[in-house]
């Protein structure tokens, strides 16, 4: 079954940037979108088609999809995005989800 | 607004069976295609199932296939999940969510907690 990895923690410095990675096979040939997710809350999506952001996430939040990994970039990182984010693949081939095992951001 | 809740989750015995519903508002249900995503106490989130705006095409999760059946009314704007032959693993809070652009879940419910134990 296809599998996708993050790193299970990412700290950053209020102010600065955060990367969180997402590595799966030909990960690239897919649409990968992001979640985050607050303690109690329900996932929110911030990144949808690799790199679209939805109406209302601000400018801050990024993404980036090629070969293997994609890349959810949040620049100058406010104590609010303190989250889990997921990233989450979709095969077109097979109409199946996939979501990766979650990054834990500490700012 | 666009509006996802969820109802039916509970306490279960193992072996059991439960439905789970998924009222939804504020969009064209009918036309967007839906999930069941779950997500176990202090775990990640686990897709679970998928079905087209008419309901024609289904696909499940392995670790639910033959246990779990999603279906839709769309005269009454809402998803449901059974679900039987339920497991102690099976216990989490689970969300149904819409899919829209690329496959994206757009909006999520908050969820319902199943939990499954003796």
């Known amino acids: 079954s296809y599998e996708l990895t993050q790193p299970p923690s990412v700290s950053v410095s209020p102010g600065q940037t955060a990367s969180i990675t997402c590595s799966g096979d030909n990960l690239g040939d897919k649409f990968t979108s992001w979640y985050q997710q607050k303690p109690g809350q329900s996932p929110v999506l911030v990144i949808y088609?690799?790199?679209s952001r939805p109406s209302g996430i601000p400018e801050r939040f990024s993404g980036s999809n090629s070969g293997n990994k994609a890349t959810l970039t949040i620049s100058g990182t406010q104590t609010m995005d303190e989250a889990d984010y997921y990233c989450q693949a979709w095969d077109s081939s097979t109409t199946l989800y996939v979501f990766g095992t979650g990054t834990k951001v500490t700012v | 607004e666009v509006q996802l809740v969820e109802s039916g989750g509970g306490l279960v015995q193992p072996g059991g069976s439960l439905r789970l519903s998924c009222a939804a508002s504020?969009?064209?249900?009918?036309?967007?295609?839906m999930n069941w995503v779950r997500q176990a106490p202090g775990k990640g989130l686990e897709w679970v199932s998928y079905?087209?705006?008419?309901?024609?095409?289904?696909h499940y999760a392995d670790s639910v296939r033959g246990r779990f059946t999603i279906s839709r009314d769309n005269a009454k704007n809402s998803l449901y999940l059974q679900m039987s032959s339920l497991r102690a693993e099976d216990t989490a809070v689970y969300f149904c969510?819409?899919?829209?652009?690329?496959?994206?879940?757009?909006?999520w419910g908050q969820g319902t907690l199943v939990t499954v134990s003796s």
């Open positions: 088609q690799d790199s």
């Open positions: 969510a819409s899919a829209g652009i690329a496959a994206a879940l757009d909006y």
């Open positions: 504020g969009f064209d249900f009918s036309n967007y295609e």
């Open positions: 079905i087209t705006s008419r309901g024609t095409t289904i």
